[in-house]
């Protein structure tokens, strides 16, 4: 796990934007992490939730959603979201400066999440192709990829692929992978057309924030989610991130968090494939189950993830 701190703005507030309120938290980013904080501390006074889109994104379905038009994979949140802007950071001071005044914080959680430029465009583009080729610029992302290729196959494309097969999770992750996807009849290359772009942080911040062991800045300021620099954007692992900082908050003092991959992919033939592995962060676990069973799950997952708005804590403990 990375220690120490990221590079993040940290000039002082202007001297004229308005202090709207002093919170007890402040909560940045609606994104799987900082939904799950929310949810969690919501009743506690003086917490704030703020996010430059009101729309919740459910990133696990919009492969499938894109490609396979099956289903939308985004809801409109509640009116609690403050839909601002964050246009600066100071940690010190534990301020907060939005598009529309100033925040103040005994308690900030930084969850703003990461983008990835031109990435409808590529999924448009390829389902548009009969030929797709698919990599992704980082190792971390492999499984964005293959995914995209699965979908793209069940079309009767004739796809193929150009990368690894997740082996930072493991050997035995990935020759399951790597079976799976030569039985479909993706051919393997060495250059795709279709490129997974890298995450990048969205401003203010200049570069993903490095936590501590406990997911801690500093005394106060948490991080979750993808602006972590702790290797794969996933999900799973980013709402994971939001109960244990929750947790953390809820007992008043600073909890060890353990990273954990966790991903069900979809073969497009009627199975699933379950990944678990803590490998990527000096862990000894790995396990790779496939099965109908984890499928139905998956979609189970789409579907009441998207109806709770983000809120769905039990998979912490998958």
């Known amino acids: 796990m990375s220690l120490g701190l990221g590079k993040i703005k940290r000039s002082k507030p202007q001297a004229n934007s308005e202090t709207k309120s002093k919170n007890s938290m402040l909560i940045l980013g ?8 929310y949810y969690r501390i919501r009743r506690r006074v003086g917490v704030r939730i703020i996010a430059s889109s009101d729309m919740f994104v459910f990133e ?16 409109q949140l509640p009116s609690y979201i403050i839909k601002e802007t964050v246009t600066d950071l100071d940690i010190d001071s534990r301020q907060v400066i939005t598009n529309h005044g100033r925040y103040e914080a005994d308690i900030i959680v930084i969850a703003m999440g990461s983008i990835r430029s031109g990435l409808d465009k590529i999924l448009y583009s ?9 990599a992704s610029e980082s190792r971390f992302d492999e499984y964005i990829a293959l995914q995209m290729a699965l979908y793209l196959n069940s079309k009767k494309k004739q796809v193929s ?3 690894g097969f997740m082996d930072w999770l493991g050997e035995e992750v990935s020759k399951t992978v790597r079976s799976v996807v030569e039985e479909s009849g993706i051919k393997i290359v060495d250059k795709a057309d279709y490129i997974i772009p890298a995450p990048q942080p969205p401003a203010p911040l200049d570069s993903f924030i490095k936590v501590d062991e406990n997911l801690m800045i500093k005394d106060g300021v948490y991080a979750a989610g993808d602006i972590v620099d702790m290797g794969p954007k996933l999900g799973e692992m980013s709402m994971k991130m939001g109960i244990h900082v929750a947790n953390s908050i809820n007992v008043g003092r600073p909890l060890r968090f353990e990273p954990m991959f966790t991903y069900i992919m979809d073969t497009s033939s009627g199975k699933g494939i379950h990944i678990k ?9 790995q396990s790779v189950k496939v099965s109908a069973l984890r ?9 009441y993830y998207i109806y709770r708005k983000g809120n769905m804590g039990f998979l912490a403990l998958l």
């Open 295 to 303: 499928l139905l799950f998956k979609r189970f997952i789409e579907r």
């Open 30 to 37: 609606a994104g799987y992490a900082g939904l799950n904080v």
């Open 161 to 163: 692929y150009a990368g």
């Open 277 to 285: 592995s803590n490998l990527p962060w000096r862990g000894s676990y």
């Open 126 to 134: 390829a389902t548009k192709s009969d030929r797709p080729s698919i």
């Open 60 to 75: 696990t379905a919009r492969l499938r959603s894109v490609i396979l038009n099956k289903q939308n994979y985004y809801v």
